[in-house]
Structure formats: C-alpha cells, structure tokens
C-alpha cells in the first residue's frame, strides 16, 4: 500500500519531522525489510518495493545542513535499490534511483574537483565517488540493454571507458559486462550490436592485460570472429580473419583453430595454403578429435585432396595413439563415399586381422565401423545386389561376438536372411533365423523371419504361431528397428506377411495376417482394405461349415472384424463435407456382409442380433434410399425380436431390464425409420408396423411402464388392426411379469367383434378368442367375476350359442368346453343355495349340449338327470336369478 502511494510522500506531508528524524525512520525501513527478508518473511520484490519506500523518505532530507553521511547513504540505497529492480528485472523502475543516484554522485564529484587542497584524503574521495558514477553508469547500461535501448547504453560505457585511466581496478568488469551485452545481442540476432559490444570489450580488455586475461581477450576475439563469419560477406570475412588471427595470437585454442580454418575455406583459399595451414595445426598438438573434425570440415568443403593428405598424416602422427582407431575408421568412410571400395576393403579387413588378433576395438569405434559397413549393404540392396551386400554383413559378423541378447547381432542375422531368402539360398537363411532367434527371440522382425521360412517350408501351422507371436509382440515391443533394409512398421510386415502366405497358397495363414494387420494398423483406409480381403478369403469356408462350436467360435471372429470395420467406417466419414462414392461404396460392401452374416446365424439368435446391428450401423454411412432404409428397418426388427426373447428369459430381474431397454430403443429407432419409408412408395402388405405396436406394448407391459395406458389409448383407436392383433395384446397382457386382466379383457373383447364383422366367420379362430376371453371373464372355481358383472358372462356365453347355431364349422372341442364351463357354474351356484342361478346356469349348459355330436351321448343321460334334480330342488327353495351372492 506504502509503495503504490509513493508519489504522494513528501516533506508537506511530515512539516513537524525533523530530517533526522525521517533519515532514522528511512534506515529503520530499511533494515526491517533485510532482517524480513532473511527470515523469509516478505519475497525479494517485496524488499526492494519497501526500499524504494526508504529511498523516497531519506531524500526528503535535502537541507542545507546534510551531513555527508546522508548523501552517502542516500547514494547507496539508490544504487542498491535500482540493482534490485535490475535484479527481478524491472528496468524502468530502476532508471529513477539511478538518476538520483547520478545526480548526488556528480555534485559530490563537482565539489571535490572544486577543492584545491592536495589532501591524500581527498583523493581518495574523489576515486571512491568516480568509481561510484562507473557503477551507476554500468547499471544505467544494464537498464537500457534490458529495455532494448543500445544507443543510451553505448553513452553510458563511453563515459565509463573514459574514467578508467583513474580506475584499473573497473577494466576486468567492465570489460566482463561489454562481453555480456554482446553476447545477449547475438542471441537476438543483432549481430551489429554485437559486435560493437565485442569490440568494446576487447578494447578495454586491452587496457590492462593482466586483469583480463589472454584466454579471455581471445575468447571474445573468437566469438567477434564468428559474428562477422555470419555476415556472409568478403568485407565481414576479413574481419573475421582479423579478429581470429589476433585471437590466436593473445591464446592459441582448437576452438580458435577451427574458426580460421572456416574462414579461409569461405574465402577459398588455396590448397597449398590450406595444407600449410593444416600441418601447422598438427605441429601445434591438436587433440585426434580436433584434426578429425577439421578433416571433416575440408571435405564437407570439397577440399578432398588436402583432407585426405591432411588424414594421412594424422593416422602417422597418432598411430601410436590408443584412439588411432577413430582416424582409421573415418579413412575408411572416406574411401567408402569416394567409392574407392577396393581400398577401403583392404583397411576394413585391416581393422578386423587387427581386432580378432586381440587389439579391440573400443565399443564405440566398433560401432562406428557397423554403421559405415550397414550403410554400404542398404545401399548394395536398393540396386537388388544382395550379394554385395552380404559381403559388407558379413564383414560387420566378423566384428560380433555370439551371444544371447546380442539384439545387433540378432538384427544383422536378420540382414542376412533377408538376402539368402532374395538370393533363393533358403537354408542358409535359416541358419541365419535361428541365430536371430537365440540372441533376440522376442522381436517381431524375428517373428517375422520365422513366418517367411515357415510358409516356404509349407508348415502352415508354424507360419500360424510365428503370426501369433507376431500379434502378441507388436502390443508389447518398442517397435524401433535401426537400419532396416525396409521400412518395416508393424501393418508393413503384416500387409507382407498376408502377401507372402497367398503368394505361396496358403490362404487360412493370409487370412489370419490380415486380421492381425486389421488389428493394429492406424490408417483406416488400410484396415478398410484388409477386412475386405479378409473376409474374401473365409467368407466361403465359414459358409460352408456345418453347425457346430468351432463354426460358433468363426462366427464370432467374424464379427469382431466387422466391428473393426464398423470403427474405421466411423473415421474414414468423420469430418468429411463430401463423402466420395468409394467410401459409400465400401459401408454397403460390410452392410451386406453383415446382413448375410445374420442371416447364416438363425440358430443362433444372440450372434445373429449382433450381425443385424452392425449391418443397421453401416448402413447409416449410405444415402437414406428406400433399399437402405428397407434393410435398416428388417435389422432393428430382427434385433428388438432377439432382445425380446432374451427379456423373456433372463434369470434376473436387471437383466430382464437391460434387454427390454435395449429393444425398447430399437423399436423407436425402427418406428422413425418406417414413418419416413412409408412415404417413399406403399407398403401396405408389411407387417412392421403391427410388429413394432406388439413390441412396444410388450416392453411396456413387462415393465410396468407408466406410459402404458396413455399408448394403449391410441391402439384402440387403429381401425387397421386384426383380431390376431388383439388377441396377441390380450396374451402378452397376461405374461408373467406382466398382469393386466382388464387390458386382455378389452383386447379380447376388440377381437371378437372384428371376427363378427367378417363376411365369413372363421369359426375356429372365434372360438379360440371366445374360448380365452370366457376363460378370463370366468376363472375355474370362481361363481362370480371380479372383472365384469354376471349378467355381461351370461350375455357373451348367449353370443357364442348364437354363433354355433348359425355354423356348423364351430369346433366341437369348444362346444364341449362352453358347456362344461357353464354347467360347472351353475354347480358352484348350486353349492352356495344359489338355486335359480344355478337352475339359469344348468340350462344354458344343455342348450350347448343339443349342438354336440359324438361327445353327446357322454353328458346327456347324467345331465338331464342331474338338471330334473336341480330343478326339484329350487322349486322347493325359489330364489330371483342372479342373486347377489
């Protein structure tokens, strides 16, 4: 809060605080946030904001009376506190205390150089106050460099440069800050700032040698050369010359070196003056590495002939020299690429007499040599010289020790099989397989080598593991394959694999390798390719199978594969605006494989529902046509039926769920689907509408579905319907867990009536429905209905006497059964005293007795007698019909 009203402190506002007093209360500010501080207390910003404060205070203490320890201590605090700002980097912040600073230091300055006297004192003074402005003067440089101002910086340095005749004891920092300032403005990309700071720094550096350096005034020197090197310009490169001549001569360094030896390369310097130049390096002492890069550098710059008489001389004058071996490799690459190979051969073999003789190569240098001798042998085989290239292979083996886990030597092996299996020499492509195996076995380009050989060998069966290890390392291995003759990513080998087996008729083990490449390629339209080819391939054995558990166990391969599909089908068509007719042309290739998969799995519902919606899925990917839409609709018929029956057989209560919810969104998916196919042509002959009413209701009905009687409202409205249609109502009604009496009752009672309305009534199937209805009106053992009142019973009972009078097709089976119902009733009546509603009851049963034929002569005898008794009885005991029980 002190800080962001720092503007407004001034002397007005303290009239009655005496400058002693402010100057005690400044230092006490002071001293709190350092003491705060180094107790962590306050963070570093925090500090030197509360500072900024004490600066502010103690320079309300300007009187005339000031002692010189004040101005001292108002100098000081400035000059710390601006550093501070420097520090956390808040330049502008710093730029006021360093001004007050300036101001206090030059009037200091001023009155000292105005006193005459001659004192030692004095002097010593005034060194102290001009030492006090150069480090003001190099703070105010940093600022400005901070804020990007380079030309106030340059004023700043200036004036210090000229104060140091009086100052030797600022050359070394001075010359250490132009150092830095230029080194700054080269990561910026300044390279014309840069080098003005360089040289400033050299100059000054100059000034007392003792303090700065050799090595460090040819440091600078060095990195002013490379600067002016980047100007890419003659002007720049004598410049650069200049410099790095002076830098060798204050500090002779490889760095340095080197530096020259690009510059007279720019300027194109003379072979003859470069060998001079080159053998000076070595007569200096250079390290091997040092005279290897320059030998690099010459012939990255075509100076091909100094380079290799310059590394002629470097092998004679390290060749006592443990690391000889580094020179002797980079002759050999040299060779190599100058296609001098008959030489370079000759130094290869050289290096290997050597090397089994016992003098090894380090591991590095060792390395070094593979990679030149692998290099050759990829190259040897992009021309298709597999000879040629094994014999650079064969010349890296003779540098490998045998072992398990040589994963280098198991990849050479690999090489090798590569080209006997080219060259047709196939047991020595073995030999070189099982080799690979004992030092690498888990690696799929092994596994790949094993598959090759086994398809050439014909064993099915191992090509068949070989593609299973395959599979298997390919999920687990760090597919990273150094200096492979191909390039070899996992779907690569697998794509050749799949390849390879139909190229030598073996159809089952292709199969399998694009099923695996389907697997773990990334590229959609790849998998794409490779299902399609897959299931070409075992589409006509899985067909021909007969039903049995391995046929189940290819069913369902199958269907991981098409599910595979159903997911590259999803990101091939992802984000596109215009989908092309290929891309179309292949979601119905796999909506029809699918579908005819389905078709093949009637004996299996649940595979076969799995088949229906993955042909549904794909066909969402194909224009809405009426055969789509056709198709679409079949499958989510054929899924929700499936899903309906596994509802019915769940064991559990939420498994029952799970079905019912699944073909509940199936039927609504399907009925979206109808209502828009209706409207493309006429289809009144298909049942589906009838189908997904019958669904839904079941679903709600086992359910308990609240919305069941707000949907039945609008099914009782249907003029389309058919008796069948409500009988099958009334029948799912009544399954368990369903139990809706009333609802099976009105649906049953709907059907009758359409039986009546026919022209011709199918006696057979009125009576069924007039058999289940009575049935569920009147329920054995029960006198009275809890659904509808006995006088309703007794009407439908008429209704079917009236229809077996006037149809002689009536089934004499329900005759029968009506009969039996209503004498059974009128019993029951009789049982409870109920005598003229059992005498009613006994009638109507013997008035269907006369419509029986052969089952008459059973009843009539024992029934008459049993009626004239009932009859007798309820004379003696009159009761009104239908008495309320």
């Known amino acids: 809060m002190l800080f962001r009203n720092i503007e407004k402190v001034n002397k007005k506002c303290m009239p009655e605080i005496q400058d002693a007093q402010i100057e005690e209360m400044a230092v006490k500010l002071w001293n709190w946030a350092v003491s705060r501080r180094a107790a962590s207390v306050i963070n570093e910003e925090q500090k030197i904001k509360t500072h900024h404060v004490a600066c502010k205070l103690i320079y309300m203490c300007d009187g005339p009376a000031i002692s ?33 600073a300036m101001v206090s230091l030059e009037q200091q300055h001023t009155r000292l150089m105005q006193t ?72 910026q990309n300044k390279n014309e700032e840069s080098s003005f700071w360089l040289s400033q720094s050299y100059d000054i ?162 390395d070094c040599l593979h990679n030149i001798l692998w290099e050759k042998a990829v190259k040897s085989i992009k021309v298709k010289n597999y000879i040629d290239a094994l014999k650079w292979y064969n010349y890296s083996l003779q540098l490998h020790v045998s072992g398990p886990m040589n994963l280098e030597l198991a990849k050479l092996q690999r090489n090798l099989a590569f080209c006997y299996l080219h060259l047709g020499q196939f047991d020595k492509a073995k030999e070189a397989v099982t080799e690979a195996e004992k030092s690498d076995p888990e690696n799929i380009f092994t596994q790949f080598y094993v598959f090759k050989i086994a398809i050439l060998e014909g064993d099915s069966d191992k090509a068949s593991q070989a593609l299973t290890d395959l599979d298997n390392l390919i999920r687990t291995e760090n597919l990273q394959e150094n200096k492979l003759h191909t390039d070899s990513s996992p779907p690569t080998l ?30 959609p339209q790849e998998v794409l390719t490779a299902l399609k080819c897959f299931f070409r391939l075992v589409l006509p054995v899985v067909t021909e199978m007969p039903e049995s558990e391995n046929k189940k166990k290819e069913m369902n391969r199958l269907l991981v594969c098409l599910n595979s599909a159903l997911l590259k089908l999803d990101q091939s068509f992802a984000g596109e605006v215009s989908v092309t007719h290929s891309k179309i042309n292949e979601a119905h290739w796999f909506r029809k494989v699918a579908w005819n998969l389905a078709v093949q799995c009637n004996k299996n519902p649940v595979i076969m529902r799995e088949f229906f919606i993955l042909s549904y899925k794909m066909s969402q990917f194909c224009p809405s046509d009426q055969v789509v839409m056709i198709s679409q609709k079949t499958c989510l018929l054929m899924a929700a039926a499936v899903d309906l029956e596994q509802g019915r057989k769940a064991s559990t209560k939420y498994e ?90 009105k649906a049953l009672k709907q059907a009758l009536l359409l039986y009546k309305k026919n022209e011709s009534l199918d006696a057979l199937k009125y009576s069924k429905c007039m058999h289940n209805f009575i049935n569920l009106l009147l329920p054995d053992g029960m006198t009275k209905s809890e659904f509808c009142p006995m006088e309703e019973v007794w009407d439908y009972f008429e209704d079917a006497l009236n229809i077996i009078s006037q149809n002689e097709n009536y089934p004499e089976i329900e005759i029968l059964w009506l009969m039996i119902k209503a004498w059974n009733t009128g019993v029951l009546l009789f049982g409870k005293c109920l005598c003229v509603s059992a005498e009613k009851w006994c009638g109507l049963a013997l008035r269907f007795l006369n419509h029986l034929d052969s089952f008459k002569i059973n009843y009539e005898t024992q029934m008459n007698v049993l009626y004239r008794e009932l009859i007798e009885t309820s004379d003696r005991n009159r009761t009104p019909l239908f008495t309320k029980e």
């Open 68 to 100: 010189e320890e004040t101005i001292r201590r108002k100098i000081l605090m400035n000059m710390k506190t601006g550093k501070g700002w420097l520090g956390i980097g808040n330049a502008p912040n710093s730029d006021e205390l360093f001004q007050a």
């Open 205 to 366: 550096g100059k000034m007392d040698r003792n303090s700065s350096g050799p090595e460090m005034l040819a440091k600078v020197l060095r990195l002013l050369s490379t600067i002016y090197l980047e100007g890419d310009d003659r002007e720049y490169y004598e410049k650069a010359l200049n410099a790095i001549n002076l830098a060798n001569k204050e500090s002779v360094s490889p760095g340095g070196l080197f530096i020259k030896m690009k510059i007279l390369l720019k300027i194109k310097t003379t072979n003859e003056e470069l060998s001079k130049v080159v053998m000076e390096i070595l007569h200096l002492d250079m390290p091997l590495d040092f005279c290897l890069n320059v030998v690099n550098l010459l012939m990255d710059y075509e100076r091909d002939s100094v380079g290799i008489y310059f590394l002629n001389n470097i092998c004679e004058h390290f060749k006592s020299s443990e690391h000889i071996g580094k020179a002797l490799l980079l002759q050999v690459d040299i060779l190599m690429k100058m296609k001098e190979e008959l030489i370079a051969q000759e130094k290869i073999e050289e290096i290997i007499r050597v090397h089994q003789a016992g003098r090894k190569l380090t591991t590095e240098l060792a």
């Open 116 to 187: 005459n006297s001659t004192q030692a004192n004095l002097t010593e003074q005034r060194i102290v106050v001009e030492g006090d402005i150069v480090t003001v003067l190099s703070y105010q440089a940093e600022s400005a460099i901070i804020q990007g101002d380079s030309q106030r910086a340059s004023i700043c340095v200036m004036r210090c440069k000229d104060m140091l005749i009086n100052l030797p004891e600022m050359i070394r920092y001075l010359h250490i800050l132009c150092y830095n300032f230029g080194i700054e403005a080269h990561k």
């Open 656 to 745: 029952q769920t799970q079905f019912l919810s699944r073909a509940l969104e199936e039927i609504y998916k399907c009925r979206d689907i109808w209502n828009l196919l209706k409207q493309t042509g006429n289809f009144s002959n298909d049942p589906c509408e009838t189908l997904l009413l019958l669904y839904e209701f079941e679903v709600k009905a086992k359910m308990n579905d609240p919305s069941l009687d707000s949907f039945l409202e609008s099914v009782w409205e249907l003029s389309h319907l058919e008796s069948k249609t409500f009988e099958t109502i009334a029948s799912l009604a009544m399954e368990a867990p369903a139990h809706y009496p009333s609802i099976a009752l």
């Open 494 to 523: 697998l794509s050749l694999a799949a390849h390879f087996a139909l190229e030598n008729k073996q159809r089952n083990v292709a199969g399998k390798a694009l099923e695996c490449l389907a697997k773990h390629s990334q590229e």
